[in-house]
């Protein structure tokens, strides 16, 4: 049985203001920073190994796995795609959920966050914030840079990479850790899960920090799908650096917009 374990990264530092992230590249907080490690050492109490590791071209996300990687004191090939990047928000990248709401209304807000084909306001190339200035996306095409994206637009990009690059590697018998995004993550996730497009945007986002597993065979199929920190005799393992146990943050919700 193959053991394959998503990772969304820790909080952000625009997670933590409540601005819409998207590909702004910006650093963990140090709150994020403190659920990496609690995620590392609830893998390592149950008996957590890999083989090799995913993310995308996000240092919130790339440095997530850095964290775990020497926490767990592995050294494992690492592999960076733009498709794992979390869903371009356009031009609502970089604001507050409050200035768009203000800007816009409540309602549009969730509309753009919740329906699967409906994306926000597209940025224009001249914008700073398009990712086309950003020599890491040089070798896309203009069809892939995104001006804007919808979850649909999402699941497109990510299922290539899962197929031709993932599943390779679990059908090779690898244990395998990705880290990701909250739709990036999800894209996934409802894939596996058979999750069909209208019920899509229903399905909550990975919560941060919290290691997400998936058991497979050796065909790729997947098997079951759980929590770590949903073991109760897990949470017993958890320790702080002053040795007393220590606790995740609340996993009942997720205050962070689009990151």
Known sequence: MIKLVFLRHGQSIWNQARRFTGWADVDLSPHGRKQVSLATQLLQAAGFSF?????????????????VLEGMQLQVPIHTSWRLNERHYGALQGLSRQEIAERYGQEQVVIWQQHFDIAPPALDPADERFPGHDPRYAELTDE??????????????????????????IKAGKQILIVGHGNSLRALTTYLDSITEEDIPRVKRPLTGEPFVYEFDEQANPLRHYYVRRAPKLQRWVKTKSGRPGRLPPATKDHSCAG
């Open 144 to 169: 892939e840079l995104p001006r804007t994206e919808t979850l649909k637009a999402v699941r497109a990009r990510v299922l290539p990479y899962w197929h031709e690059t993932v599943v390779p590697q």
């Open 51 to 67: 083989d090799v590791g995913f993310t995308s071209y996000l240092q919130r996300s790339l440095h997530t796995l850095e964290i």
